[in-house]
Structures are given as structure tokens and as C-alpha cells.
């Protein structure tokens, strides 16, 4: 447990440089033209994997756990006023997890992403979020034991998909809000092949 808890400290004090990082770069540009904001979700992802995903053929019916815990972060600029907004973030994605006899399979996955956010207004304060973008996905595969065709023994990937997702956005004051949102991410070849992430969260936004 204590070397998780040491893992997620660094993917959080990653995603946080990155985000920072990507902020600075991207704001001062547009400072004075464009509101910012930012903010910070947690919540479930959800891996679409079989067996044979993870231990290659002959294990499709090996027993997959891939419900885990995912988090996001990002920063953000209004583009046209309230309606569309362009966010560089980061996804820790959780992990998925197959089992078959003495074989066993981790799965674990991360994406930086970039893209851009519609807003249909409920209200002055409420809207119908809309979301498409690019995901720079990274994913780490480890096994142990007898695996199928297809599969790895140990492997690092990375790739760029297009990723898309809706949700619901509500300001409590002018610069606080909250978010309930779910996205789709696409992983690529090896791992889980598609990713959903349903998570809630807060967004603040940044006073000029």
C-alpha cells in the first residue's frame, strides 16, 4: 500500500508540473484576452478488457477486475466567452487486472490531453457540457506466468487518440463551480483497448 500511495504521489506531482507547465506556456499569451480557469476531478475509470486483451489468446475467459480509481487535472481558456473553451490536462486512468491459474496481467494507464469544450447554457449559471480532443495515452503492461499470443511480458506504449465525453457543469458563485462528466478514451494496441472515465469534480475560475 505505501508503494502506491509513493506511485500516485508521483503521478500527482507529475500531472501537476505538466499542467503548471502547460499553463504557463498558454496563458500569458492570451492573459489579457481571454478568461482561465482550472480544476481537479476524481473519480471511476473503467477498463473495456478481456482476458485476451491482457494475456493473449487462449485466456478469454480469464477473470478481468477492471473497475479502479481515476483522478484529472487541467487548465483552461475561455475561446468565445462562455460557450467554448480549449483544456491541456492530465488522466490517471487506473489500472485492469487478469487472472487466470498462475497467470496474471496489470494494465496501467495515463493520458495528457488537449481539447476543446462546448457549453449548451441551462440558465445563467448551469450547461450541457461537450468535449473532443486528442488523449497522448501511455500505457504500461506487466505479466507474470504463461501468456497467450499477442500478449507482452513487459511493455511501455505510447500513442495519440482522439477522445470525446459530455457532462454537466454548474457555477455556485462567479468562481466556483462543480462538474459531473464522463470521456471516452481510445488506448491503442496493447492493454485495455478503450478506457471510460466517470468522475466529478470542481472548477474555479481564475479572476482577471
Known amino acids: 500500500m505505501y508503494g502506491q500511495f509513493n506511485k500516485t504521489t508521483r503521478h500527482l506531482r507529475t500531472a501537476l508540473a505538466v ?6 506556456l498558454a496563458i500569458p499569451a492570451v492573459g489579457n484576452a481571454y478568461d482561465t480557469y482550472g480544476g481537479f476531478s476524481l473519480g471511476q475509470a473503467r477498463h473495456e478488457a478481456t482476458g485476451g486483451d491482457l494475456l493473449g489468446q487462449g485466456f478469454s475467459s480469464a477473470a478481468v477486475d477492471g473497475d479502479n480509481t481515476g483522478w484529472k487535472a487541467f487548465v483552461a481558456m475561455e475561446l468565445w466567452d462562455k460557450y467554448v473553451g480549449a483544456e491541456f490536462g492530465y488522466t490517471d486512468l487506473g489500472k485492469a487486472t487478469a487472472k487466470a491459474g498462475g497467470s496474471t496481467a496489470t494494465s496501467e494507464a495515463q493520458a495528457y490531453t488537449f481539447s476543446a469544450v462546448g457549453l449548451i447554457p441551462i440558465g445563467s449559471k448551469s450547461g450541457v457540457m461537450l468535449r473532443l480532443g486528442i488523449a497522448g495515452t501511455r500505457t504500461h503492461v506487466q505479466t507474470s506466468g504463461p ?33 459531473i462528466e464522463t ?19 470542481v472548477v474555479y475560475q481564475f479572476e482577471k
Open 19 to 24: 499542467v503548471a507547465t502547460m499553463g504557463a
Open 147 to 179: 501468456i497467450g499470443a499477442g500478449a507482452v511480458s513487459s511493455a511501455n506504449v505510447t500513442d495519440n487518440k482522439m477522445f470525446g465525453g459530455f457532462g454537466f457543469q454548474h457555477y455556485f458563485t462567479k468562481t466556483l463551480g462543480v462538474r
Open 183 to 201: 470521456d471516452r478514451y481510445n488506448m491503442g494496441s496493447i492493454g485495455s483497448p478503450y478506457i471510460n472515465m466517470i468522475s466529478a469534480g
